[in-house]
C-alpha cells in the first residue's frame, strides 16, 4: 500500500475506478442490443484519430474522440437505414480502423512505446489534466446511462416497441453510440483500445449469472466493474504487472468466481426444492 502514497498512483486508482464504474453502465446496453463487440470495433477507429494526433503534433486523446465519435455515427447511420447488417457494420469498423491507425502510426514520429501506451494502457503516466478529462466525462456517461435507462433499455430490448411508443429511437442510437466512442477513448489510457471492451461486456457478464431484473443486472455489474479496477490496479502495483491487463484479468476472474458460485446456489435451491417437494406414498393415492 506504501506505492499509493505517491500521487501518480494515486491518480492510475482514480481513473480506474472511474472508467470501472462508467464502462459496464454502458456496456449493459451495448449487450442487450448484441453489440458485445462494438468497444472493439470503435477502439480500433479510435486509434486511427491517435495516429493522426501524432501525426498532426495535435493531442492524441482529442483527435481520437473526435474521430472515433464519427465514425460510431457513421457506422450507426449506415447499420439504421439498412444498407448493412450489424456484423457487417463491425467489421468495417475493426478493419478500416486498424488499417488506417498503423498506416498513419507509421507515417508519424513516434515510438512503439508510446503506440503501446493507447493500445495496452500507461495508467501511471496519467496526468492530472488526463484524471479531470476522465472523471468528467466518465460522471458524464454514468449519469446518462443511469438517468436515461428506461428508454434505453426499450431502445435495446426491441426498436419497434420503442418506435410505436414514441421515444426518439434514432436520437438514443446515435447517443449509445457517442456514449461508446467517448468511454473507448477516454479508457485509452487506463486499459487501452484493445482491452476496453471488456471492461464493457466481463462485468455484464458476470452479474447476469446472479440476477434477474435489469436495473439489478447494472447494479450488479457497475460493482463488479469497480471491484475490477480497484484490485486490478493493487495488483499491478505490488506485482509489477501491466495495469490494463490486470484489471481485465481481474475482471474475468470475478465472472469465473461469480459463475461457479451462482452455478452451486442453483443446485442447491434444486436439491431444496426437491427434498421439501410433497411425495404421496402408494396408499395415498385417492381414485375417483
Do not use: K
Amino acid at each position: 500500500m506504501e506505492l499509493f502514497q505517491y500521487p501518480y498512483m494515486q491518480r492510475a486508482l482514480i481513473g480506474a475506478l472511474v472508467i470501472g464504474l462508467a464502462a459496464p453502465a454502458l456496456g449493459i446496453y451495448l449487450v442487450q442490443r448484441r453489440l458485445a463487440l462494438i468497444g472493439d470495433g470503435v477502439g480500433h477507429v479510435a486509434l486511427t484519430g491517435v495516429g493522426a494526433g501524432l501525426l498532426l503534433n495535435r493531442s492524441p486523446v482529442l483527435v481520437a474522440v473526435i474521430v472515433a465519435t464519427l465514425g460510431a455515427i457513421t457506422i450507426e447511420l449506415v447499420r439504421a437505414r439498412g444498407r448493412t447488417s450489424g456484423d457487417l457494420a463491425l467489421a468495417l469498423l475493426f478493419y478500416g480502423g486498424i488499417a488506417g491507425g498503423v498506416m498513419l502510426v507509421g507515417l508519424s514520429d513516434s515510438t512503439s512505446a508510446n503506440l503501446n501506451a493507447y493500445l495496452f494502457g500507461s495508467l501511471t503516466t496519467i496526468s492530472s489534466q488526463d484524471l479531470t478529462t476522465i472523471a468528467v466525462l466518465g460522471a458524464a456517461i454514468g449519469v446518462t446511462m443511469l438517468a436515461l435507462r428506461p428508454a434505453l433499455f426499450a431502445v435495446c430490448h426491441d426498436e419497434e416497441y420503442a418506435r410505436v411508443s414514441g421515444l426518439p429511437v434514432r436520437t438514443l442510437n446515435l447517443l449509445l453510440a457517442v456514449a461508446t466512442a467517448v468511454t473507448v477513448t477516454i479508457a485509452m489510457r487506463a486499459v487501452g483500445v484493445l482491452l476496453i471492451s471488456a471492461l464493457m461486456v466481463v462485468p455484464v457478464a458476470a452479474a447476469q449469472q446472479v440476477t434477474r431484473g435489469f436495473r439489478s443486472t447494472m447494479a450488479a455489474a457497475m460493482a463488479l466493474g469497480l471491484f475490477a479496477a480497484g484490485s486490478g490496479v493493487w495488483v499491478a502495483a505490488n506485482a509489477d504487472t501491466a495495469p490494463g491487463a490486470s484489471v481485465v484479468l481481474m475482471a474475468i476472474a470475478s465472472f469465473a468466481v461469480v459463475a461457479v458460485l451462482g452455478a452451486g446456489w442453483r443446485v442447491l435451491r434444486r436439491r431444496s426444492a426437491t427434498a421439501t417437494a410433497p411425495s404421496l406414498e402408494p396408499h395415498e393415492v385417492v381414485l375417483h
